[in-house]
């Protein structure tokens, strides 16, 4: 056991109130076992549909049902594996349940395959008799010509049915990532301003050191957490460089025109949509944060801003800390105007121990939601004991909002929406629990500047750091498709690039900077990184027209939820009044990050 491990928290020494409770899911580990014996030999079950789907509209409809039920079971054994791993994924019994799982979902894929593909032999003129026959199967129209809309770029059933039984190693890349993220990789310990010892760890750094106050701990927490980065950087771009060539061979084999256009098309995003929401936002952005940038550096006092200082708080001697319960609170008051359906989902999510907020040994980092369809969401933080957790929890908490209304009002297909949305309830939370607090502290003008800088900081989160994001995968599937091999150099001079560019001279880079590709699992995710300032744009209007409109605004969102994934993004976002085709929009959003840079600039001087 090393120092760093000693003096952090194993999950068995974790007090339970602070853990989610798996047992929603399963009563134990031997229940999930069953259950997931019981799907491998249930796909039996669903294959007896091969060859029939086109037979008549009922025997769709049943086809249809069969596989819903039964991929509701198949999600609840996957997300409790995978709720394990992400709590604890240093306890080789939690790895070795991935595993298994893994082994079973690539089994599973493999031998309902036929299911979609068969699917594609319909033509929408015998889908709308179907449905006219068969009226039951209105409610899967979307799905259906959604599926239909692939048929293009779908493979012989035999090639489908090898690459689905690959699934498992098609998912290495990102597997092997994760599991050195959580399992193997250490950080040493770092000193304070005060000369003592603190623990190291990725959640510590990027859910506290990053925002610390303390200068020396800050910067030192950096140089810990580079060094080590550096140590793996050949082995994080091997890693990446395979999903990179995965994809760009996937696309070519499915006659895409590009990777990009195979990735937007789950999303139903236009390439259009990509680009605007990429070069509008690093264009007009860039000059309001360089402004800020240079605030920031003049309000702590820095002979130079280092990239390790941008998260760094304006007003160091004014961090507010809020323990969970108090945060909770907080954010219950601040959602009020969501109204009892609602809020109802909020209150289970804090008090039933649908939140893990514990910091221990092998806990994936950052945070996330985990919405199993049939049960409720899951949702993963690290607590620290900062106002500024209580906004991530509050992200967190707008997509279990999201989802807890979608799966009471939609069935299993129906209830995602496209990536391209899924950021905007989440955000909207931030911008609603900003408003609130504003509200309750108008009388307290250090506060109201800490906020401003908070809702900065969501719109750094993702209007720069994933925007940023989605800028520089922009220029790796650009390389990758040209023929560059993507080396651990290559990598760090692409992103070095890409955030002095936006930056420019205001910040003072070091090659750590070119490293910090190594930090997200969402480049194994598609182009998932660009989607979260589309939602934020989203949110900025929605909560704009909340302020102005009140409950009919309101009332239009709640909706929107409700509809989960019946409608394609910009039909969704249009229910909420609100135009994503115009590029005026994402114009609007970044209008708005700068007028609040201007009021922080302001207060200063009153």
């Not at 798996?22 to 669903?46: N, R």
Request: proline share 4%.
């Amino acid at each position: 056991m090393t120092m760093i491990e000693e003096s952090r928290r194993y999950r068995k020494d974790v007090p339970v109130e602070q853990t989610w409770d798996l047992t929603d899911l399963f009563p134990d580990k031997k229940s999930w076992e069953k259950a997931l014996k019981d799907i491998v030999e249930e796909a039996d079950q669903i294959t007896t549909f091969k060859g029939k789907l086109s037979e008549n509209a009922n025997t769709l409809l049943q086809a249809i049902n069969s596989v819903e039920a039964y991929q509701q079971k198949v999600i609840h054994v996957a997300v409790y594996a995978n709720l394990l791993v992400s709590a604890d994924g240093s306890d080789p019994v939690n790895q070795g349940a991935a595993a298994k799982s893994g082994a079973a979902l690539a089994a599973i894929r493999s031998k309902i395959s036929f299911f979609e593909t068969e699917l594609l032999n319909l033509t929408s003129s015998e889908i709308e008799q179907f449905i006219e026959d068969e009226p039951g199967l209105e409610t899967y129209r979307k799905y259906l010509f959604d599926i239909l809309e692939q048929k293009e770029h779908i493979l012989s059933p035999e090639l489908e049915e090898a690459l689905s039984a690959l699934g498992e190693v098609l998912e290495a890349p990102h597997n092997i990532f994760s599991r050195s993220k959580q399992s193997d990789i250490q950080f040493k310990s770092v000193t304070d301003s005060q000369g003592k010892t603190q623990p190291m760890s990725e959640p510590l750094y990027e859910e506290s050191y990053e925002y610390s106050e303390d200068t020396v701990l800050r910067r030192n927490a950096y140089e810990s957490f580079i060094e080590t980065l550096e140590q793996y950087k050949n082995t994080y771009a091997a890693a990446y460089q395979t999903e990179i060539t995965k994809q760009v061979q996937l696309s070519k084999l499915r006659k895409y025109d590009s990777v990009t256009d195979m990735l937007l098309a789950p999303q139903q995003a236009t390439t259009e949509m990509y680009h605007n929401q990429l070069d509008v936002i690093q264009e007009k952005l860039a000059p309001h944060m360089q402004k800020y940038a240079k605030l920031l550096k003049e309000k702590l006092g820095l002979e130079e801003l280092r990239f390790c200082d941008l998260k760094a708080p304006l007003d160091p001697a004014f961090n507010p800390s809020t323990s969970y319960e108090e945060a909770s609170e907080t954010i219950l008051n601040a959602l009020d105007i969501m109204g009892p359906e609602y809020i109802e989902g909020m209150k289970k999510a804090l008090s039933d121990r649908w939140v893990d907020r514990a910091e221990n040994v092998g806990k994936a980092s950052g945070a996330f939601c985990s919405s199993p369809y049939g049960a409720h969401p899951y949702i993963l933080v690290t607590w620290a004991d900062k106002m500024r957790n209580a906004f991530i929890l509050a992200h967190e908490l707008g997509h279990a909002g999201h989802f807890y209304l979608a799966g009471k009002n939609q069935t299993l297909f129906n209830t995602r929406p496209s990536t391209y949305f899924i950021e905007a309830p989440s955000t909207l939370n931030e911008l609603l629990l900003a408003d609130h607090l504003m509200h309750a502290n108008k009388d307290n003008p250090r506060m109201k500047r800490w906020v401003i800088t908070q809702l900065l900081g969501t719109y750094y989160h993702n209007f720069i750091t994933h925007l940023l994001e989605g800028a520089f995968q922009r220029k790796v599937y650009d390389l990758a498709e040209k023929g560059t091999p993507l080396t651990a150099d290559v990598l760090c001079r692409e992103k070095r690039q890409v955030l002095e560019s936006f930056w420019g001279d205001t910040v003072t880079f070091d090659n750590g900077a070119g490293l910090t590709w190594m930090r997200q699992q969402h480049y194994y995710m598609g182009l998932y990184p660009y989607t979260y300032s589309a939602g934020l744009t989203v949110s900025t209007t929605m909560a704009k027209r909340i302020r102005e409109e009140g409950q009919p605004a309101v009332d239009d969102w709640l909706n929107v939820l409700k509809s989960g994934g019946t409608k394609r993004p910009l039909e969704l976002i249009n229910d909420a009044g609100i135009d994503m085709s115009n590029p005026k929009n994402i114009e609007i959003a970044v209008d708005y990050v700068g007028s609040l840079i201007d009021k922080l600039i302001e207060s200063y001087s009153e």
